[in-house]
């Protein structure tokens, strides 16, 4: 029976990958980060692989594996029936899905099983997806009670692709700002540093392009790239024929972020689609200004003129412009900085996110488990 007296509530992360990218960071932290007095946090997942894993995997008090090579196979519904049996073995309360595939699996698993609250997340606003992949998500997000958005621009396309307003909620992503500390005898006001993963969506064709004016400006400016993927060997062989390569370091990808923007000058993200960029919070926390595209949530982060600038997607003059005028200006850089600073400890805390997903999922158990007695330690 759900909430025994000083008993955490079972309560089952469902993720597809652990290979790193701002959702996987974003679940991991809350995985790492709820309360274990009120919460007893399983992983389930489909392989028991990626970067991420074991940081995930520790955490947990039990890992649950459910193989599945296709969706489309038969073998979606042996694992459906075994994930919906094991709910039921652990008795979980909660179940909170945060990718596509966790998504199409966890989610009608979980009502198969009856699970009282089916949480599902939103954090990524790709542009055009295939029809038939808006249509599985819709059927998804179906079995959901809440559908949690990481920013009103999340939120917009929720509705417009069909989720009723009464299923969303917002809950933004947060940032740990002890990790992010500047060091100013390493900072340089003319390094530009770009965190993102090498996908076309990101934009770093655009910033290279950028780079070729930068470059005729201030010909001392460098280029840090840090992130990996399919793009890599595309990008390189674009800066060489841009001829800016000698002024572009591809780092692939790196867990000492903190380390490497406390070097730089500047964040810079000019990306065709966003939700709520944690390249941005990072960058912010470490008092750095950012000029991005201003797409999805992005404008939600930064104030246009205050913690950094906004140029339109793909625009890469606009973006060497505001460039140069940082590199130019390195007093208003700072006050940028320090403004991106305040705001993160004001609004995107990891405590806040984690307070925010606790609130919630307590919400949700009051209201659809009426004979639900939350335990001792939640007072």
């Given at each position: 029976?759900?909430?025994?007296?000083?008993?955490?509530?079972?309560?089952?992360?469902?993720?597809?990958?652990?290979?790193?990218?701002?959702?996987?960071?974003?679940?991991?932290?809350?995985?790492?980060?709820?309360?274990?007095?009120?919460?007893?946090?399983?992983?389930?997942?489909?392989?028991?692989s990626g970067a991420w894993y074991e940081r995930a995997a520790?955490?947990?008090?039990?890992?649950?594996?459910?193989?599945?090579?296709?969706?489309?196979?038969?073998?979606?519904?042996?694992?459906?029936?075994?994930?919906?049996?094991?709910?039921?073995?652990?008795?979980?309360?909660v179940?909170?899905?945060?990718?596509?595939?966790?998504?199409?699996?966890?989610?009608?698993?979980?009502?198969?099983?009856?699970?009282p609250v089916r949480v599902a997340d939103r954090r990524m606003l790709k542009a055009n997806k295939p029809p038939m992949q808006l249509a599985v998500q819709r059927v998804a997000y179906a079995f959901a009670h809440k559908v949690v958005a990481n920013s009103l621009a999340a939120a917009a396309r929720l509705k417009a692709e069909g989720v009723p307003?009464?299923?969303?909620?917002?809950?933004?992503?947060?940032?740990?700002?002890?990790?992010?500390?500047?060091?100013?005898?390493?900072?340089?006001?003319?390094?530009?540093?770009?965190?993102?993963?090498?996908r076309p969506e990101k934009g770093h064709d655009v910033l290279i392009a950028a780079a070729v004016s930068v470059l005729r400006r201030f010909p001392d400016a460098t280029f840090d790239i840090i992130g990996d993927g399919p793009e890599m060997e595309s990008l390189k062989m674009m800066a060489r024929d841009r001829a800016v390569d000698h002024a572009v370091t591809f780092y692939g990808?790196?867990?000492?972020?903190?380390?490497?923007?406390?070097?730089?000058?500047?964040?810079?993200?000019?990306?065709?689609?966003?939700?709520l960029p944690n390249a941005v919070l990072e960058a912010m926390a470490a008092r750095l200004p950012v000029v991005a595209s201003d797409v999805g949530g992005?404008?939600?982060?930064?104030?246009?003129?205050?913690?950094?600038?906004?140029?339109?997607?793909?625009?890469?003059?606009?973006l060497a412009e505001r460039i140069c005028g940082l590199m130019a200006d390195p007093g208003l850089a700072g006050a940028f900085g320090v403004a991106g600073r305040a705001a993160i400890d004001a609004r995107y805390t990891f405590e806040r996110m984690?307070?925010?997903?606790?609130?919630?999922?307590?919400?949700?158990?009051?209201?659809?488990?009426?004979?639900?007695?939350?335990?001792?330690?939640?007072?």
């Open positions: 029976m759900l909430g025994h007296d000083n008993v955490p509530v079972p309560v089952a992360f469902v993720l597809s990958s652990f290979d790193p990218g701002g959702t996987e960071r974003q679940m991991i932290e809350l995985i790492r980060r709820l309360d274990r007095k009120r919460w007893q946090v399983h992983l389930v997942c489909f392989r028991a520790e955490a947990a008090e039990s890992v649950a594996t459910f193989p599945i090579a296709s969706f489309l196979g038969p073998e979606i519904g042996v694992q459906l029936r075994r994930f919906a049996r094991w709910c039921r073995d652990q008795r979980i309360a179940v909170h899905t945060g990718q596509l595939h966790s998504n199409i699996f966890g989610l009608p698993g979980a009502a198969l099983a009856r699970v307003a009464r299923k969303i909620a917002v809950i933004t992503n947060g940032v740990d700002c002890d990790r992010f500390t500047r060091v100013p005898s390493r900072w340089s006001a003319r390094r530009v540093v770009m965190v993102a993963n090498l990808h790196r867990e000492d972020v903190p380390e490497l923007l406390a070097e730089g000058g500047m964040l810079v993200l000019p990306s065709r689609s966003e939700a992005v404008g939600e982060l930064i104030v246009n003129g205050r913690t950094g600038w906004l140029v339109p997607a793909g625009d890469a003059a606009a984690v307070g925010a997903f606790d609130r919630l999922y307590e919400t949700e158990l009051r209201r659809r488990c009426p004979v639900f007695r939350w335990h001792a330690a939640a007072a």
